[in-house]
């Protein structure tokens, strides 16, 4: 058994790309040219300009720690459930069936499907700790700031495409 395979890259070789001009429409084409390069070329890329105000990033990492710091039984409380939402402890994951298990914890959560969607992989409902009240409505604040880039960024992968 071995951890998965991984390759060193410079993290200086990894573009930084300001989507300011996509996000105000001043120069999509170029953002879009240069997500497009650097998803050829690299494969990875940075954005700056991105418009999620600092604060909430600032808000949502220091509550993301203060889950991770709470007891196990408080993050067992919300135990990684089928619809993958939740808690996963050190040890619950491994990429492949002969690899180890990862070493990390997660705590899962994404978009809340409505019902008629549920019941399909992944498309679940989020649990939120009991314990911490704020999580919700902080990270549901969060993933609506991220999801508007991702459309952003989505936009300029067809753009790049040259799709419309």
Not at 112 to 132: A, C, I, V
Request: with cysteine; net charge negative.
């Amino acid at each position: 058994m071995a951890y998965a395979a991984h390759k060193d890259i410079d993290a200086g070789l990894i573009p930084v790309i300001d989507i300011g001009p996509l996000r105000d429409g001043s120069d999509p084409a170029s953002v879009a040219q240069a997500i497009f390069e650097a998803s050829r070329d690299v494969g990875f890329l940075y954005v700056s300009n991105h418009g999620i105000p600092e604060d909430l990033i600032t808000r949502a990492h220091d509550s993301g720690l203060a889950f991770f710091r709470q007891t196990e039984d408080d993050k067992l409380s919300v135990a990684i459930n089928r619809d993958h939402r939740g808690f996963l402890r050190q040890g619950g994951a491994k990429m492949d069936d002969d690899a180890r298990a990862d070493l990390k914890e997660s705590f899962i959560w994404g978009h809340d499907f409505p019902d008629h969607l549920r019941g399909k992989p992944l498309h679940g409902t989020n649990q939120w700790p009991e314990s911490m009240p704020s999580l919700q409505p902080l990270l549901e604040e969060y993933f609506s700031a991220a999801h508007g880039v991702a459309h952003h960024i989505m936009r300029a992968c067809a753009l790049g495409l040259g799709l419309r």
